[in-house]
């Protein structure tokens, strides 16, 4: 294993996380042969600097927190960053349920002042939460809800 590119990576990774998917197409750019990689890949894995899964928690616990959006949002963002699908899949079923969703959803609208737009035009928020992911019955809860609380 070619120890430039090994330290290339792992100052990239000090940095901050990436996806194997990432550190592939980084490498390729740096016209590092596809056996070199592998070989880097597979270095990564076993000493625990790489790990898609564990990247995936750490980005929905970011994107959740500082950038609050919903299901399909977070996936795809996820998937963006180059994590497998069945990964996806796994943290987002574990970790972002509706109730979860739900509560990521009036965070929303209360960092984004939504509350006037809600008990004016709920279809305009409706759509609003949907280009911002939310799935349609998390909404649906959240209108509701707050509906009976008036």
């Keep these: ?47 625990g ?29 996820l998937r963006g960053r180059g994590i497998p699908w069945e990964i996806v899949e796994k943290v987002l079923k574990e970790n972002f349920d509706c109730d979860e969703e739900k509560k990521v959803c009036q965070k929303f609208i209360l960092k984004k002042k939504l509350g006037d737009l809600l008990a004016r035009d709920c279809r305009k ?7 911002k992911g939310f799935r349609n019955e998390v909404i649906q809860r959240v209108l509701s809800d707050h509906k009976i609380s008036n």
């Design 1 to 47: 294993m070619d120890n430039i590119t090994l330290d290339y990576t792992l100052k990239i990774l000090n940095r901050r996380p990436y996806s194997v998917l990432e550190i592939e197409r980084k490498l390729k750019r740096k016209n590092v042969s596809n056996m070199e990689i592998q070989k880097v890949i597979t270095y990564l894995k076993d000493s």
């Design 125 to 131: 928020l409706f759509q609003k939460l949907k280009f």
């Design 49 to 77: 600097y790489l790990d898609d899964e564990k990247y995936a928690y750490k980005l929905l616990f970011d994107i959740s927190e500082f950038h609050p959006c919903g299901y399909f949002l977070i996936f795809s963002k």
